[in-house]
């Protein structure tokens, strides 16, 4: 016998999270396409993405082979002109954009995943975990990243992309940490906690199931910006010569140029173009972090409201005066 | 007082912090540790004086605990030994030489970037809905998220090589003695626009979005409609009720982007070939100069941990409610 659904009883834990999900999409969706900079940076990402992965539809050639003979400029046929040993520019943007994203994407979601953990246990028990977690989010926090990666990178020489990837997300996982905690020392005082914590919910359920949705802005924040994050410093990395000059990166892209002398030798396509498109993805990656800022601060978004009440208000007058 | 005691506190126990961290790093990699440290010395240092080094970093004799006494006296006495990548000069004495410059670029590209952020954003917040409101922020965000190697490579093509505006390396003709001239300064400032543009163009997004959301934040106080009741002007109460308020969080966050401006000045040294700490930084790292490059670490650590306490000062001076305590 099939068992007959109580509107009274609370919803199984199947059908709310089925809800949560489809409720998401569609507050995703929407919130993508009434914001323009999301629009544009959305839009971005995504064609760059599908470029990446269907760069063998894009492109023949393959990126680690000679194609033709060095710095020939953008022509037809090497849209992107070739590098110094006569590599395939566009095909190394599009093969080296895997290695690039993926990078940023991993150290996004390692980083991610740690600030959330620390930053909720840190805000929802408070006392002197939370004094301990602080400390160590300051004292990380307080040191500056970069050059402690590219010391710590010198010293295990050549590291791969993957090496990259943890690294970075295992050092910057503070940033979001500290706006989680906050947030949800915020959200602790609210009745429905309270409610929760009356009723005897486990300590688990109540911080994955009450208070982590509450968070999910914030963390996609926080994502989106050690993306970018990610993104830029494995390039930086990569481009002195610390990261694995074989693996075909965005990064090495740069160095491979940078020791070729490019730009001094007249192929500055070599250069200019991995420089532009970490620009650009970089670029829209900011892009859609602006707009995640305004769900999680409304008061961001007044400006558009202020807009369309100036805007009348104007029509009015011109009414006004005609009168 | 209370409060600088506790924030000197903090600072020291930061900086021990990253003293351990130069002490272990050697330590944890794979080999013998005085081999990973000196692997760039072989044939440049003399048995002997490689048993010398070795003493000052405390790989002597004793436990662990021992040895790492005897490294942290080494770093407070500023006794860290010859640089191998310019034996047998001390490391100390490549650091007086090159950290200046660090300074200058990054102290001025810096002050005036949190400057230029400090008003661009108050007219942000305090002007919502305008053209130039909302298309600003995109545009100086988007700006800002291009790496400083990025964004320094294309300014050095643009308007060092093909534009030929200005020098595309030193921090100053090469030619000319350093003194307290005029003519020397004028160079030194030609050789510094772009570095400092980079600079600029790098950070000044993160001081205008601080201060324009601390300004939003701010103008939906009372105070605000109080000020706007007693039909104060505009512009008083841009500056002096809101934006004084809104100032607090964005001294909080010279913390982040201090890291940020040493990060970045690092990639915009190396691409202008300035001769600050960035671009020694390289150098030592391809010469596997490795007590050169902790050393460098451990400036730019002092550095930001003093900027930080400076931060900290201000935050009392502007914040009357903090001096009580």
Not at chain 2, 106 to 119: F, K, P, W
Request: hydrophobic letters at 55%; a positive charge.
């Amino acid at each position: 016998m099939t068992p007959i659904a109580n509107p009274v009883l609370a919803p199984s834990p199947w059908q709310s999270f089925r809800f949560r999900c489809a409720n998401g999409l569609k507050r995703t969706s929407g919130f993508f396409l009434t914001n323009p900079p999301a629009l544009i940076g959305g839009g971005i990402m995504i064609i760059v993405v599908l470029a990446c992965l269907l760069a063998p539809m894009l492109t023949d050639y393959d990126p680690n082979r000679r194609v033709a003979r060095p710095h020939v400029a953008p022509n037809a046929e090497h849209v992107f002109g070739t590098t110094r040993q006569g590599r395939d520019v566009f095909a190394q943007v599009l093969y080296g954009g895997r290695t690039s994203l993926t990078v940023a994407f991993v150290a996004g979601t390692v980083a991610t995943v740690l600030s959330i953990m620390i930053g909720i246990t840190a805000g929802y028990f408070g006392g002197r975990i939370d004094q301990w977690l602080n400390f160590v989010m300051n004292v990380v926090l307080v040191f500056p990243q970069l050059p402690l990666l590219i010391v710590l990178a010198a010293f295990l020489g050549q590291v791969g992309p993957p090496v990259i990837a943890l690294l970075i997300g295992i050092t910057s996982w503070p940033w979001g940490a500290r706006v989680i905690r906050s947030q949800t020392m915020a959200i602790r005082q609210k009745e429905f906690v309270l409610a929760a914590e009356c009723m005897g919910e486990s300590k688990l359920r109540i911080l994955l199931i009450e208070i982590l949705p509450n968070l999910t802005a914030i963390a996609a924040g926080s994502f989106v910006g050690v993306m970018m994050y990610a993104l830029i410093n494995a390039a930086g990395l990569e481009f002195l010569g610390l990261g694995d000059p074989t693996a075909v990166t965005w990064g090495t892209m740069l160095y491979w140029a940078q020791s070729a002398a490019a730009l001094y030798t007249g192929g500055w396509w070599e250069m200019i173009v991995p420089a532009v498109t970490i620009a650009v993805v970089g670029g829209a990656m900011a892009l859609v972090n602006i707009a995640i800022d305004q769900v999680s601060n409304p008061k961001l978004k007044a400006g558009a409201h202020l807009r369309r009440w100036r805007k009348l208000n104007k029509a009015i007058q011109a009414k006004r005066q005609k009168r | 007082m209370r409060y600088i005691t506790s924030r000197l506190l903090f600072y020291f126990v930061a900086f021990l912090i990253a003293i351990s961290f130069n002490f272990l790093l050697p330590r944890m990699m794979p080999g013998d540790p005085v081999d990973a440290l000196f692997a760039g010395a072989a044939g440049r240092l003399d048995p002997s004086q490689i048993d010398a080094v070795r003493a000052m970093y405390g790989f002597s004799e004793g436990t662990l605990f021992e040895q790492y006494l005897q490294y942290v006296k080494s770093v407070f006495t500023l006794d860290l030994g010859p640089s191998i990548l310019m034996y047998p000069t001390e490391v100390t004495t490549v650091l007086g030489f090159t950290f200046p410059w660090t300074l200058f670029l990054v102290g001025v590209g810096v002050l005036s970037a949190i400057g230029l952020g400090l008003v661009f954003g108050t007219i942000v917040a305090y002007r919502r809905g305008t053209w130039f409101a909302s298309l600003f922020p995109p545009v100086v965000a988007f700006v800002s998220s291009m790496p400083a190697v990025v964004t320094a490579l294309l300014v050095f093509y643009f308007f060092g090589l093909k534009l030929e505006w200005f020098p595309l390396s030193y921090s100053a003709d090469p030619s000319m003695d350093p003194a307290w001239n005029w003519p020397y300064i004028k160079s030194v400032a030609y050789h510094a626009v772009l570095p400092l543009t980079v600079i600029i163009m790098a950070g000044l997004a993160q001081w205008v979005m601080t201060m324009r959301n601390a300004m939003v934040n701010v103008l939906g106080e009372d105070i605000i409609t109080m000020a706007e009741a007693k039909g104060l002007s505009s512009s008083r109460i841009m500056l002096r009720y809101a934006s004084r308020n809104a100032v607090l969080p964005v001294v909080t966050s010279v913390a982040m982007g201090l890291g940020f401006a040493v990060a970045g000045q690092i990639f915009i040294e190396i691409v202008f070939n300035y001769p600050g700490l960035g671009n020694t930084l390289l150098k030592a790292i391809n010469a596997r100069d490795y007590p050169l490059v902790q050393a460098i670490l451990l400036i730019i650590v002092v550095f930001v941990l003093i900027g930080n306490f400076i931060a900290d000062l201000t935050y009392l001076w502007l914040d009357p409610r903090l001096r009580k305590g």
